[in-house]
């Protein structure tokens, strides 16, 4: 069973900045497509970005196009989601998902693993 645990969520100003980290359990990180979702109160999860095995092929939703960036470190097990401009509106738990899968996927159907998610606030 692979287990996921996110870091780097906190209380933050409108206009600031976070970096999620997502340390992965396994051996290796190697074969898994990794994403980020969120979810915030009242709402659905909904997919943010993805990333290839080799951290060439990226997705992301259009919400948070420029203004977040995933990123992967296969040696370090580890997946990162820069976040900046960050507005109020970004106010969510933020979950790391894998799958082992060469495609990327946006529907969190297609992942099978999850972390237990980190609580990000932005303040107006």
């Known amino acids: 069973q692979v287990q996921l645990a996110e870091s780097g969520g906190g209380l933050v100003q409108a206009g600031g900045s976070l970096k999620l980290s997502c340390k992965f359990s396994?051996?290796?990180?190697?074969?898994?497509?990794m994403a980020w979702f969120r979810q915030a109160p009242g709402k659905e999860r909904e997919f943010l970005a993805a990333?290839?095995?080799?951290?060439?092929?990226?997705r992301y939703d259009d919400s948070v196009k420029g203004r977040f960036t995933i990123s992967r470190d296969n040696a370090e097990n580890t997946v990162y989601l820069q976040m900046n401009s960050l507005k109020p509106e970004d106010t969510a738990v933020y979950y790391c998902?894998?799958?082992?899968?060469?495609?990327?996927?946006?529907?969190?159907?297609?992942?099978?693993?999850w972390g237990q998610g980190t609580q990000v606030t932005v303040s107006s």
């Open positions: 396994r051996p290796s990180i190697i074969n898994y497509v």
């Open positions: 998902a894998a799958r082992r899968n060469v495609a990327l996927s946006s529907s969190q159907s297609d992942y099978n693993n």
């Open positions: 990333i290839s095995w080799g951290g060439i092929t990226t």
